[in-house]
């Protein structure tokens, strides 16, 4: 059995180096497509003065979901043009490291939700307004690092460029609250809009070169 099972997680890893340039391109077309969702939910959210915690969070998560969704479908499509299977083995690893602080993300959010309105003033109005977006962050750092493991070296600096981002922006605390509404929407366009268009156009164009060479 131990044996069976360190053969089959080789070969797991082996496939996984083989595809990484599949899975290079077929990253391009979803980041930039969460990136797109992203920028224009934060200026949408801004715009709508979207500032209460509880319609934030219920907001986010409804953008969370589609780009999900989104994604999904790329990533089907890309598996039907490459003649793939779509829950393949290396992708069951993928997801099982992704999962646990996405969970953590979603186990958090509903806590907030639940208990938004029963919180004080000040740390209401910060649970959906500062800790809870920029914990997000975070944990979808923590996420895409886990993936760099078995994808691109890439993932790993852009899981480091959200970890890092979020804690740096944690640290230095929250704003005056008369603009929590643009500083919210403002770090949720950054990271998952501007972050996910920069590194979405950096590997479209990185990997034409490759092809043209």
Known sequence: MESNWAAEHLQVIRTLME??????????????????????AAGAGWA?????PRTFILYW?????????????????QALKE??????PPTRRVTQAMLPPLVAGLIISLVALANIDSAPG???AGLGMLWLPLSW???????????????????KVFGWAFVLGGCGLLALGSPDW?????????IMGFFFGALHLAY??????????????
């Open 19 to 40: 595809r990484s340039a599949v899975y290079r391109r077929a990253l391009a077309p979803i980041m930039i497509f969460n990136g797109a969702i992203g920028a224009v």
């Open 48 to 52: 709508l003065k979207i500032d209460a």
């Open 61 to 77: 998560a409804g953008v969370g979901l589609l780009a999900v969704a989104g994604s999904f479908l790329l990533v089907r499509r």
């Open 83 to 88: 003649s793939e299977p779509f829950w393949s």
């Open 122 to 124: 000040n740390l209401g």
């Open 137 to 155: 962050v975070i944990l979808y750092g923590c996420a895409f690092h886990a993936a760099g493991f078995f994808m691109p070296r890439g993932m």
């Open 178 to 186: 008369t603009s929590r509404l643009n500083y919210a929407h403002g």
């Open 200 to 213: 979405g156009v950096y590997l479209y164009f990185t990997e034409q070169r490759k092809n043209a060479a």
